[in-house]
């Protein structure tokens, strides 16, 4: 594909194609497929059966199948097709290939197939075509279930698996049953299904196919008219059974070494995900005698590892593991079924007594973990596997089941917890949910995984609502976490493959603490911060180059971020506030200062600065009589000019993006966020002779210009930080930014640089890219073109660079028109704003323009186009007033249509 071409036109050559050749090529395939289909060379075999792939798999309807997904999508092939999709032996030749021994040619016959039993509904007209091809389709499967020919080969099994998996996604349970040998069919279907369960190791990437068909079986019982039994009620059973069976027999395997798997699914999340997907339905289908036999397995192995608890630890070890395994896979498969809440089979009290007989085991199990011999095993892969699956489990349930209506709503379940477990209601629930959470960050210091799993329960519950949040308030355990987060208590915090979680540990915390009112709290809470603070602040300079200093330090500055990010209104960032500024504004000045060079210590501290200038939800909002939105943008400036004044002094190291681009980037973001963060009045500086503005100005746009705009360009996070910084600077301080003020190759550099995020990909940077190249073009035209009065310093400037290349605006011009014209942009009115402007600084540029858009195109339609540029300025007048701009936007669109339309 040509990567130049418009998306537009790809799509019209592709339906063209589609129209006029796609059938006839198809239909090629098949002719060549019933001729060779006698004794040929294999090789001459694979290119029709390739050539008839290609053909189902066109994107018929200009959305393309992603093909690792499941949900593979409906071929939506055209009417013109029905005749051959009627015709038997469309089907029946790819069923017949499939029987070759050259196993590529039959794996291509399957994935053919695959795609046929995806065929639109509506393609057949009538119900009795559409369930002859159903039977075909079912009669062919039937055959090699029997035989199981080339269900050896991997490639074929799978693709097999896809098949059947198909048969649900398109057709109706009522459909299947109608066909004449659907009880053989299913019961072919269920012996391969648990064949294949039994040989969890080859088929574990198949199996998730066929539990596929099965779950969409079942949740069609409800549905079904008529009393043609499903023959679901014996099969369904006997597949979830297996399915269990072989994941507790596969442990034994996998735990041989106790060490690290990617591809066990305890280890992979997605896979887990693959594999429980399609559970909770065939648990739920016949639930009463499935949990019975979960709760069988279960009690045997809560029994022995309760036993195995009060036994010394040089015990068997391995077998521990087999059996913390094993339970792992019992608490995913519970979790699993707790977060589907489906009535299918039996009423919803009698599914909230087996979720509750389900959940108590689990709840029991939090009990035991971590007492005895458990207690000492947090560095066991086995251990953390199965604290991750208790983790996943609280968090089902809790969405399930926790919270005040859950509560009212699910009082069968209660009641039986309370005579199990004492469980009066979710308050006491949740007492133990937190006690988990804290025992889980005092005890995992370096499992990353475990800890950022345990903050992420944390934080569903301290977020989650309200009320949740006022009720763990309460709670014994959340008051221990938030009145001792040290690093003696939560080892994790000095862990520095942990210290990311740190952030999140005290937005967790901040959440908490701000939602009770009272400065004292506050103040008691950041007592410990306080302290590291004022050692800090106590070192020498020396001391700041060593390890134990630059922790501290980063430490500190990731903590006061989480915190900050917890800060959402006035009264809770006038507490953070008033505890940083002014007195602890120097550490971070003196800190950047000295340690430059070591962007693990200044990259922290930038993004604490870049979430403590953010003004979200209107949170930094002063008196009117307060001065502090003025000191706050001093001390930003002091930090920006000491960083960016050092780090354009530093030599490239090898990896500049990590010692240089990264620190420029998110400066960039602390300065736009402080300039249109609504709370300086930045008049005053200039005003009473203050340069905070003027250097922060300055040295930012000295750190812009030591990037070459290619490296800006490549690098995501860098370009959006740039060009937000340069929208803002354009739009908010175009009359007193040294911009215009630079010599004018630096100048139309930085203009140039906008032209090139305009032609970019990336929607938001061509958006931005739009606005500040409309609020130059706009002041322009108000200050030289149209202005009245003397023109400013910084009008005179800007008409200098233009003086000097007078070719720089029409060349935007050209580009923004080329953009419209050619290209399917997402942000036409955003486009539209700058091209206005530019129109209205000379009509000279405009006509040139035309002339040069017409004589591009064929001398047959220049008549029309001409036509299309003269509606394009009806009724626009020449200012840039809103009503104005709105119509040439409407215009433009006008313009677009009809200048494209052939």
């Not at 190791?201 to 949740?219: D, E, F, H, I, M």
């Not at 939560?490 to 603490?513: A, D, M």
């Not at 195109?857 to 809103?882: A, H, N």
Request: proline share 4%.
């Amino acid at each position: 594909a040509n990567s130049a071409m418009p998306l537009t036109l790809h799509r019209k050559i592709a339906t063209s194609f589609k129209d006029q050749f796609l059938l006839q090529i198809f239909q090629i395939s098949l002719t060549s497929l019933h001729q060779l289909k006698s004794e040929v060379p294999d090789e001459l075999r694979r290119v029709p059966i390739s050539l008839a792939l290609r053909c189902l798999s066109f994107d018929f309807v200009g959305s393309p199948v992603d093909e690792s997904s499941e949900e593979f999508g409906t071929v939506q092939l055209p009417a013109s097709w029905r005749p051959l999709l009627q015709d038997p032996s469309t089907v029946q030749i790819f069923f017949d290939y499939y029987k070759v021994n050259d196993t590529s040619v039959s794996k291509e016959a399957l994935e053919c197939l695959v795609r046929l039993a995806s065929v639109r509904r509506s393609l057949f007209v009538e119900d009795p075509a559409r369930s002859q091809f159903l039977s075909h389709l079912m009669s062919g499967t039937r055959e090699i279930l029997q035989t199981g020919q080339g269900l050896a080969d991997h490639g074929n099994y799978h693709e097999f698996c896809r098949l059947l998996g198909r048969f649900k996604v398109n057709y109706q349970l009522s459909e299947l049953l109608n066909v004449e040998f659907y009880g053989e069919w299913l019961g072919l279907v269920a012996e391969f299904t648990t064949k294949s369960l039994l040989s969890w190791q080859w088929a574990s990437n198949s199996v998730y196919y066929l539990l596929s068909l099965w779950s969409r079986l079942v949740t069609s019982v409800p549905y079904l008219k008529g009393d043609t039994p499903s023959l679901l009620d014996e099969t369904v059973p006997k597949i979830t059974e297996g399915f269990i069976t072989s994941r507790i027999n596969s442990v034994q395997a996998s735990f041989a070494d106790n060490s690290p798997d990617p591809d066990n699914p305890l280890e992979n999340a997605e896979s887990l995900q693959d594999q429980l997907e399609s559970l909770p339905y065939l648990c739920r289908f016949k639930y009463e005698s499935c949990s019975l036999f979960i709760i069988n397995i279960m009690e045997p192995l809560l029994q022995a590892y309760t036993a195995r608890s009060r036994l010394p630890a040089s015990g068997d070890a391995a077998e521990l593991s087999v059996i913390e395994g094993q339970i792992a896979w019992m608490v995913h498969i519970i979790a699993a079924i707790l977060k589907i809440r489906q009535t299918v089979g039996c009423s919803q009290d009698s599914q909230e007594l087996f979720d509750a007989e389900l959940a108590a085991r689990v709840l029991q199990l939090i009990n035991i973990t971590d007492t005895g011999v458990h207690a000492q095993r947090y560095q066991e892969i086995s251990k953390q596997r199965l604290d991750r699956a208790i983790l996943i489990f609280v968090q089902n349930f809790r969405r399930s089941y926790v919270g005040d209506q859950a509560m009212h709503a699910s009082k069968q379940l209660y009641a039986r917890l309370s005579e199990l477990l004492g469980l009066t209601d979710h308050l006491v629930l949740l007492n133990v949910i937190v006690g988990k959470i804290a025992t889980n960050l005092k005890c995992y210091a370096e499992c990353e995984d475990v800890i950022d799993h345990t903050l992420s329960l944390f934080l569903e519950l301290a977020s989650g609502s309200y009320m949740t949040g006022k009720l763990i308030l309460k709670l014994e355990s959340t008051k221990f976490i938030i009145a001792n987060h040290s690093r003696e208590n939560f080892p994790f915090l000095e862990e520095y493959r942990c210290v990311r979680s740190r952030t999140n540990f005290y937005y967790i915390l901040g959440c908490l603490v701000f939602m009770e009112d009272g400065p004292v709290k506050f103040r008691s809470f950041m007592e410990p911060l306080l302290q590291v603070a004022v050692n800090l602040e106590a070192s020498a300079d020396a001391a700041f180059r060593t390890d134990v200093v630059k922790y501290a330090f980063t430490g500190l500055m990731r903590d006061l971020r989480g915190i900050a990010m917890a800060t959402n209104s006035r009264r809770t960032y006038g507490l953070l506030f008033d505890w940083l500024y002014p007195s602890r504004m120097p550490l971070l000045l003196r800190a950047i200062s000295l340690l430059t060079d070591e962007p693990e210590v200044t990259t922290p501290l930038l993004k604490f600065m870049s979430e403590f200038v953010l003004n979200k939800a209107q949170r930094l909002t002063f008196d009117s009589s307060s001065p502090n939105g003025i000191l706050l943008f001093r001390e930003i400036s002091k930090l920006i000019v000491a960083y960016g004044s050092r780090i354009l002094l530093l030599p490239n190291g090898t990896n500049i993006y990590r010692s240089k681009y990264k620190g420029i980037w998110i400066s960039l973001t602390v300065l736009s966020r402080a300039l249109c963060g609504n709370y300086v009045n930045f008049g005053v500086f200039e005003l009473y002779g203050d340069r905070a503005l003027a250097d922060a100005l300055d040295i930012s746009l000295k750190m812009t210009l030591s990037i070459p705009l290619s490296d800006i360009l490549t690098f995501k996070k860098l370009s959006k930080a740039y060009y937000g910084y340069m929208e803002v600077l354009f739009n908010n301080h175009i009359t007193i930014n040294s911009v215009l003020n630079l010599d004018t190759s630096t100048f139309v550099h930085i203009v140039t640089s906008l032209e090139s995020g305009l032609k970019g990909l990336d929607t938001g940077i061509s958006t931005q890219c739009a606005s500040a190249i409309d609020s130059l073009a706009a002041f322009y035209f108000n200050n030289i073109t149209a202005g009245d009065n003397p023109p400013s310093p910084a009008a005179l400037n800007l008409a200098r660079h233009i003086g000097e290349l007078p070719s720089l605006f029409p060349q935007i011009l050209k580009s923004l028109f080329e953009i419209i014209i050619f290209e399917d942009a997402g942000n036409q009115w955003s486009l539209s704003r700058p091209i206005l402007s530019l129109i209205m600084i000379s009509e000279q540029m405009f006509s040139d323009l035309r002339s040069q858009v017409l004589a591009s195109q064929p001398l047959d339609q220049q008549q029309r186009l001409s036509q299309c540029f003269d509606k394009l300025m009806t009724d626009v007048t020449r200012s840039l007033e809103p009503k104005n701009r709105d119509r040439f936007t409407q215009n433009l669109t006008t313009f677009r249509h009809d200048f494209r339309a052939k």
